[in-house]
């Protein structure tokens, strides 16, 4: 027997699926799902409170944040009322296969091109915030019917955002960008060399800069200081190491140049930092903050 938890279905392409029409729905407090045998997918979006109904004899609990695909050919019926629920169901055709997958990792968005159709469970999670957007789109378009063209553009968008929230993109950078900064991690302390670090990885200076950034929204080179100036502040904490000690330590070998970065990345010197993270937990911490205030100048917002 089909299972909806177990199974997923193919759509071939080509063609692509074709959009025939969609909608909100919102239940009375008595109505039930209506007993039907269908030549169309619908796809369901669960909004508010919960839908029942049976497919193939077997039953169905779809709560808010879940979507189901409800296949041509099988019998659905509600046998149990779903007061007040809400969802927006979406009508396609297409070509299906059905297969019998349980483990996920067959169902790969990567196939389409490489088999010719799309994968996808019956049922999943979808982000609502997201999906209302693309909802309401859909049913303005569709008010003049005029614009077959948009109507099937949004509704791509929203099959490939399902097939997103099953299979989320693998960035291509991926595996460079994790070797990159695991290596930045463990040599941050060093004097690295960030122009020679084409030698270690054989792409380009300004492409690892490019894809680091793409990938993390920090340079190499930021994300450099940022592992420094942490460790610095855990130093200058717990440890009773000199400020040029520390300096030194965490790979900046003129102290100058670390007052300078400490300075711009937590708005004040090391050694007042350090003096405020010392004591501010200590017994005199009433006194303390006046006390650091009239001797750093500092204004504590």
Not at 60 to 77: A, D, N, R, S
């Amino acid at each position: 027997m089909f299972s909806s938890a177990s199974s997923y279905f193919s759509i071939l392409i080509p063609p692509w699926p074709e959009y025939a029409g969609s909608n909100y729905r919102h239940f009375s407090e008595n109505e039930k799902h209506i007993t039907r045998c269908f030549n169309e997918f619908v796809a369901i979006f669960m909004l508010e409170n919960s839908l029942y109904f049976s497919e193939d004899d077997e039953d169905i609990v779809l709560t808010p944040g879940e979507w189901y695909v409800q296949l041509p050919g099988l019998k659905q019926q509600g046998k149990l009322p779903s007061p007040f629920c809400k969802y927006f169901y979406i009508h396609f055709k297409a070509a299906e296969i059905r297969l019998p997958y349980v483990d996920s990792s067959e169902c790969l968005v990567s196939k389409i091109k490489k088999n010719g159709r799309l994968t996808l469970p019956v049922r999943g999670k979808f982000d609502k915030d997201e999906f209302v957007l693309m909802f309401d789109r859909l049913k303005t378009i569709g008010i003049n019917r005029s614009n077959y063209i948009s109507e099937q553009a949004v509704f791509l968008q929203i099959l490939e955002s399902l097939a997103l929230t099953v299979n989320p993109p693998e960035s291509k950078y991926a595996s460079i960008t994790l070797n990159l900064q695991e290596y930045l991690a463990k040599n941050y302390h060093k004097d690295i060399k960030l122009n020679n670090l084409n030698t270690i990885f054989s792409y380009s200076n300004d492409y690892l800069t490019k894809i680091f950034k793409e990938e993390y929204g920090i340079t190499p080179s930021q994300y450099i200081k940022k592992l420094r100036i942490k460790n610095a502040k855990e130093l200058l904490t717990h440890t009773e190491k000199t400020i040029g000690e520390i300096s030194e330590s965490i790979g900046y070998h003129d102290e100058t140049v670390f007052f300078r970065a400490f300075k711009q990345q937590t708005g004040m010197s090391p050694g007042a930092f350090r003096t405020l993270h010392r004591f501010e937990n200590s017994e005199n911490k009433d006194n303390f903050y006046d006390h650091f205030i009239e001797q750093n100048d500092y204004k504590i917002k």
